[in-house]
């Protein structure tokens, strides 16, 4: 198959997906960059020896295959979906970066089916390689073992992808029942609770953003917990380690004494087991690395769904569902509160540790 011939839209977090393209050159090809024109932007354009567009009316199906929007979308006060339709409707496919709203999605896999074209919204989270690793051990989980609660938290920027990975964990999202009448706001969370799947759930949002400085003063990404009959499995962060704690039973002798050495694979049960990862992760790895060949394997994964000539309708109806209670539960816990800059003090765990030996 030919290479797909790609413009990437933005150059903030749209550095990521250049980088991405660039890893799966056997298979796209950077054409250009739409932006603003910055200084930035030129750089980039230059560097990477690409055209650099500052209007989408410039940009032809003729020389363009595929639109990376990675530009603020409406709902957040940008103007990504406006950029998303534009090149539907000039039948180039579409990957836009989240949160995308559910009326703008809609609209977007309409111009897309209208225009013969593929609109995908890229959810990213769910692509990492700790929290797809989590995935794919939950649904595991749950082939042998009844799931009886789940727990989840996360900042109110990566919401909509927690709820997509929340839908990929429980393989649907039907019945939905989150409580509105569950709310609780305490500290700088906002607590839900009620039922996904039967099983009952508790969603815990920090809905705080600094106006000035949304991209940060967050204090977790996504953190997970799935409860089931024969124990717990935990995500500790999107780029953190999978935890899982088993559930025992320790048997009781004829006399009703616990008597665990009467069974050796009760012994032999780890209390703790720690998915461990090939190398500690920094903020360079997490910047040269991890997000770019995240976004290479998410674009790897689709390549075929763009080449093809029909559409990835499960995949359509999630992330419309997963949308749609994004919507719901933003309604719940209401205007996000502004949280103030904080001074935020580098800290490792060498630093929490008495590494000195000859204090008492």
């Known amino acids: 198959m030919s290479k797909i011939r790609t413009v990437v839209c933005g150059t903030s977090f749209g550095?990521?997906?250049?980088?991405?393209?660039?890893?799966?050159?056997?298979?796209y090809e950077l054409v250009g960059i739409l932006s603003t024109g910055s200084s930035q932007s030129k750089e980039i354009a230059e560097r990477e020896n690409v055209r650099l567009y500052t209007d989408v009316n410039d940009i032809s199906k003729d020389d363009v295959d595929l639109a990376c929007v990675v530009v603020r979308s409406n709902i957040v006060g940008g103007k990504g979906t406006e950029l998303a339709l534009a090149f539907l409707e000039k039948g180039i496919h579409v990957i836009q970066e989240q949160p995308v709203h559910f009326d703008d999605m809609r609209k977007c896999y309409m111009a897309a089916k209208k225009n013969n074209c593929h609109y995908f919204v890229e959810m990213f989270y769910s692509y990492l390689p700790v929290t797809n690793k989590f995935i794919e051990?939950?649904?595991?989980?749950?082939?042998?073992?009844?799931?009886?609660?789940?727990?989840?938290?996360?900042?109110?920027?990566?919401?909509?992808?927690?709820?997509?990975?929340?839908?990929?964990?429980?393989?649907?999202?039907?019945?939905?029942?989150?409580?509105?009448?569950?709310?609780?706001?305490?500290?700088m969370f906002s607590q839900l609770s009620g039922k996904v799947k039967n099983i009952p759930c508790?969603?815990?949002?920090?809905?705080?953003?600094n106006s000035d400085n949304p991209d940060n003063y967050v204090y977790l990404m996504q953190r997970i917990t799935l409860y089931t009959e024969s124990g717990s499995l935990s995500m500790t962060e999107s780029h953190g380690e999978i935890i899982w704690n088993p559930r025992?039973?320790?048997?009781?002798?004829?006399?009703?004494?616990?008597?665990?050495?009467?069974?050796?694979?009760?012994?032999?049960?780890?209390?703790?087991?720690?998915?461990?990862?090939?190398?500690?992760?920094?903020?360079?790895?997490?910047?040269?690395?991890?997000?770019?060949?995240?976004?290479?394997?998410?674009?790897?994964i689709h390549y075929s769904k763009i080449k093809s000539e029909s559409d990835d309708k499960l995949l359509q109806q999630h992330n419309l569902t997963a949308a749609k209670y994004w919507n719901e539960i933003g309604r719940m816990i209401g205007t996000s509160r502004d949280v103030p800059e904080e001074k935020i003090v580098p800290i490792k765990m060498?630093?929490?540790?008495?590494?000195?030996?000859?204090?008492?």
């Open 15 to 27: 550095r990521f997906y250049i980088e991405g393209v660039k890893l799966s050159d056997d298979k």
């Open 137 to 187: 051990m939950a649904n595991r989980l749950i082939e042998k073992t009844r799931p009886v609660y789940l727990e989840a938290s996360c900042s109110l920027q990566v919401l909509l992808p927690l709820i997509d990975v929340i839908g990929r964990v429980l393989k649907g999202f039907t019945p939905w029942e989150i409580d509105e009448n569950s709310l609780l706001n305490v500290g």
């Open 202 to 209: 508790q969603i815990k949002i920090q809905n705080e953003l």
């Open 248 to 300: 025992y039973l320790i048997p009781r002798d004829e006399r009703g004494v616990l008597d665990p050495y009467q069974n050796d694979d009760v012994l032999n049960i780890e209390l703790s087991e720690i998915l461990k990862k090939e190398d500690n992760l920094d903020i360079r790895g997490l910047f040269e690395k991890e997000w770019p060949n995240t976004i290479r394997n998410y674009l790897n």
């Open 350 to 360: 060498k630093d929490l540790l008495n590494t000195d030996c000859g204090e008492a």
